[in-house]
């Protein structure tokens, strides 16, 4: 059947391809073995054409799959914050001045002259104190463990600065966007360091 569309039409069978719902066909193929229906479609394409579509499907299909493992990752993220919240709770009780994400809200004496903790549940940790510099040039001073995420960062400054949780927030160090899903560890970032925090 291949063989005869191509001399009928006088084309090269080396230079086209034959497909079946998306499948490629081989010579030896046969309507019996594909199991074609009374009325069947075969799409033919040029060689180049149908190996630059398949490019694009590979392409897409890469970019779907980065995006879905994203996803996965964030999701986990979140999951994993909660468990930590709810053991907190669990073992530390509510009202403590504490927020839902276990970070200090700020109430000592002074305001905002006392630096705020994140993440503050062992006794034995090594602790930077940074401040976060918003649109309004007010600083907000916290302590972090090294462990800390910067997810966990801005999740805390939308709280604080009453943003909206769906409001994209980033946190720059020396003009440079910072992965939220490092640790401050894994960052150039040390004490008594400033950081500038992009709402939008």
């Avoid at 006088?10 to 081989?26: A, M």
């Avoid at 990752?73 to 009780?93: I, N």
């Avoid at 800390?148 to 943003?163: G, N």
């Amino acid at each position: 059947m291949m063989e005869w569309y191509c001399e009928y039409h006088r084309f090269h069978f080396q230079n086209l391809v034959f497909t079946f719902r998306g499948s490629r066909l081989i010579p030896s193929s046969t309507p019996l073995s594909l199991d074609f229906p009374a009325r069947s479609v075969i799409d033919i394409y040029e060689i180049n054409t149908y190996k630059y579509i398949k490019q694009q499907e590979t392409l897409a299909r890469s970019k779907k799959l980065a995006e879905l493992d994203k996803y996965a990752k964030d999701a986990e993220l979140l999951q994993a914050m909660q468990d930590k919240q709810e053991a907190r709770a669990r073992s530390q009780g509510q009202g403590q001045g504490q927020d839902q994400d276990g970070v200090g809200n700020n109430t000592k004496q002074g305001g905002h002259d006392e630096p705020v903790e994140v993440e503050d549940d062992e006794a034995e940790v090594e602790y930077l104190h940074i401040k976060l510099r918003g649109k309004d040039t007010t600083d907000e001073k916290i302590r972090v463990k090294k462990t800390t995420t910067v997810f966990a960062i801005l999740s805390h400054y939308k709280r604080i600065k009453k943003i909206s949780a769906d409001t994209p927030v980033k946190l720059e160090f020396d003009d440079e966007a910072i992965d939220p899903s490092m640790a401050v560890g894994e960052t150039e970032i040390e004490d008594d360091d400033m950081l500038d925090v992009r709402v939008g």
